[in-house]
Structures are given as C-alpha cells and as structure tokens.
C-alpha cells in the first residue's frame, strides 16, 4: 500500500512555522501582515475557500479582510478598488479570488494588483520572473505541490515527471519549478525530466506518459481520469483535482482525478482528496502573505531583519 502524503498534518505544520515566525516579526516592532481577498459576485465555492483563508490566516497572527462586491461591479471600478489597495501602505498583500465574472477580463483585473503584492503569483511579472528562474511569487496550488514533494522527501533530481495539466496557474508553474535547475537564482528547481498532458492528449497516449513516470501531477477534473494500471509501481501521485459528484448514496462528495482505492495499491506515495494539496494550497498562500509582508515594510523602513526563511 502506498504511503499516504497527509495535506492537513503539513499544513498544519507550516501554519506552526509560521504563527511563530510572524509573532518573533512583530516582537521586532513589525506590524502584523495584512491580507485583502476580493470576492466579485455570489459563489458558494469561492465564499468557502476566502472564510477558510481568513480564518486560518487570522490562526497565525496575519489581519484579513475579505472585501465583497456585487456581480454588477464593472471591470474599471474594481481594477480601481484594487489600485487603492495598492497603494495603502498598510496592506501586504491582495489576493482576487477566481473566477470573476463573465463580463470581466480576468487577465486585466489579475495585472491590476501590484506584483510584490500578488500573493496568487497570477501577475505576469510574477508569472515572467518564474519563468525565467528569478525570485517571484509562485501560485499557491503549485506551490503546495512542490512544498509537498519536498518535505515528504519525494526524490525528483533526474527523475521523469508527468503533469496533467497546462494552465498558467497550476500547470505551467507545476512544470516550470519541476524541470529547472536547483542552481539558479530562486533556488525552486528539482531538476526533473517533465512532460506536460492536456484534454488533447490520446487517453492512450497519456497512459504510456504516466506508466513512465516517477512522478505523476494530475490537475483535470476529470474524476478517476488515472487508474491503477497507468501508475508505474513505487510511483508518487500527486492530486490536485477537486470534482463535486453525488455518490451512490445520492449524497455529495469531493473526489479528484485518481481512482484512490485502486491507486493506493500500486503507487509509492499518493495525495487523498480531500486532505491533500487543498489543504496545503491554504498554507502556501499564508506563507505568500508572510514573504510579502516581510519584502514590502523592510523597503518601507530598511533595516536588519532575522532571515525567517
């Protein structure tokens, strides 16, 4: 049976990391870190994850405010609302929860908040310097799933990867941090032989990717989209997939894209759904807030600093 990565139990470790971080930051005559989440319109879902955040962050000593806006807001007047929020010195960090609505350019509204700001990593200066291995902000899925690797000691130096998705938030920076050199400047790489899949990819193609692979990242939404005789054994998975379905009970569940029961039996290592990068996609965010605070009131009021990372 595969060894179970446990999100909750890491996060819950990072989130003591850092409630004793933050609390020797504001001992040094810091003000606490400060979050804004921005919520556009009436979404259950979204509602759920920015309380989840508020509520952990306000657990470690950051002050979060969740700022609500009708579905009727125009593009203009919330990039507007974000810009002030850029510039007030006493906020750290903003993070825009997606998705926006329909009539909105989520792309405009994303490159409205000010990149040592952008908590989400989802501005394309974040998204650039990433890229090209300079310090920046990483999106918090992505970011949780390499946090996990790392501390569940997940070997990944010439190791072959599969990642199961190619979005510019989970995908792409999965893949990025995954093949890039350790040596270079934001010290993220894991030197990785990476091939990234998407919905075009033949279903038996995507199996032959997979049986290949030491490392297999899925973030489709397509429920049980990885099966057992895809994974090589001794393999790690890694589940990113968040799907609402009703069970055969006709009560709702959350499952993500791999057949759990099955794949427990022949990977190395797998992430459950729930309780696996969800939990840690929080924690990342939190430690974002934490980085940006730290960047922006040492630039404010330069002096020496404890490195807290």
């Given at each position: 049976?595969?060894?179970?990565?446990?999100?909750?139990?890491?996060?819950?470790?990072?989130?003591?990391?850092?409630?004793?971080?933050?609390?020797?930051?504001?001992?040094?005559?810091?003000?606490?870190?400060?979050?804004?989440?921005?919520?556009?319109?009436?979404?259950?879902?979204?509602?759920?994850?920015?309380?989840?955040?508020?509520?952990?962050a306000?657990?470690?000593?950051?002050?979060t405010?969740?700022?609500?806006?009708?579905?009727?807001?125009?593009e203009?007047?919330?990039?507007?609302?974000?810009?002030?929020?850029?510039?007030?010195?006493?906020?750290?960090?903003?993070?825009?929860?997606?998705?926006?609505?329909?009539?909105?350019?989520?792309?405009?509204?994303?490159?409205?908040?000010?990149?040592?700001?952008?908590?989400?990593?989802?501005?394309?200066?974040?998204?650039?310097?990433?890229?090209?291995?300079?310090?920046?902000?990483?999106?918090?899925?992505?970011?949780?799933?390499?946090?996990?690797?790392?501390?569940?000691?997940?070997?990944?130096f010439?190791?072959?990867?599969?990642v199961?998705?190619?979005?510019?938030?989970?995908?792409?920076?999965i893949a990025?941090?995954?093949?890039?050199?350790?040596?270079?400047?934001?010290?993220?790489?894991?030197?990785a032989?990476?091939?990234?899949?998407?919905?075009?990819?033949?279903?038996?193609?995507?199996?032959?990717?997979?049986?290949n692979?030491d490392?297999?990242?899925?973030?489709?939404?397509?429920p049980?989209?990885?099966?057992?005789?895809?994974?090589?054994?001794?393999?790690?998975?890694?589940?990113?997939?968040?799907?609402?379905?009703?069970?055969?009970?006709?009560?709702?569940?959350?499952?993500?894209?791999?057949?759990?029961?099955?794949?427990?039996?022949?990977?190395?290592?797998?992430?459950?759904?729930p309780?696996?990068?969800?939990?840690?996609?929080?924690?990342?965010?939190?430690?974002n807030?934490?980085?940006?605070?730290?960047?922006?009131?040492?630039?404010?009021?330069?002096?020496?600093?404890?490195?807290?990372?």
């Amino acid at each position: 049976m595969a060894r179970i990565l446990d999100g909750n139990a890491l996060a819950a470790t990072v989130k003591d990391e850092l409630k004793d971080k933050i609390e020797n930051w504001v001992n040094l005559g810091n003000r606490a870190p400060s979050l804004r989440c921005i919520l556009v319109g009436e979404d259950r879902g979204s509602e759920t994850y920015v309380n989840n955040i508020k509520r952990a962050a306000s657990n470690i000593g950051i002050n979060t405010q969740v700022l609500k806006y009708e579905s009727t807001i125009t593009e203009a007047q919330l990039i507007q609302e974000i810009k002030t929020l850029n510039d007030d010195g006493t906020v750290d960090a903003i993070l825009i929860q997606l998705p926006v609505p329909e009539t909105m350019n989520e792309r405009n509204v994303c490159n409205a908040v000010a990149p040592e700001k952008d908590v989400d990593g989802f501005h394309i200066v974040n998204i650039g310097q990433l890229c090209v291995d300079m310090p920046s902000f990483v999106p918090a899925t992505a970011l949780a799933v390499i946090e996990i690797l790392k501390r569940s000691e997940i070997e990944t130096f010439g190791r072959n990867a599969v990642v199961a998705n190619r979005s510019k938030n989970i995908g792409l920076p999965i893949a990025m941090i995954l093949h890039s050199d350790k040596r270079h400047e934001n010290g993220l790489g894991m030197d990785a032989t990476v091939t990234i899949c998407h919905r075009y990819t033949p279903p038996e193609q995507l199996k032959v990717f997979c049986l290949n692979a030491d490392i297999v990242i899925t973030a489709t939404g397509i429920p049980k989209l990885i099966k057992a005789d895809m994974i090589k054994p001794g393999a790690t998975v890694i589940d990113v997939g968040l799907t609402r379905v009703i069970d055969e009970n006709g009560k709702p569940r959350f499952v993500g894209d791999v057949d759990y029961e099955e794949v427990v039996k022949v990977a190395g290592a797998v992430t459950p759904v729930p309780g696996g990068v969800g939990p840690m996609t929080v924690a990342m965010l939190l430690q974002n807030t934490f980085q940006a605070a730290m960047q922006l009131q040492e630039k404010a009021q330069p002096k020496e600093f404890e490195d807290f990372f």
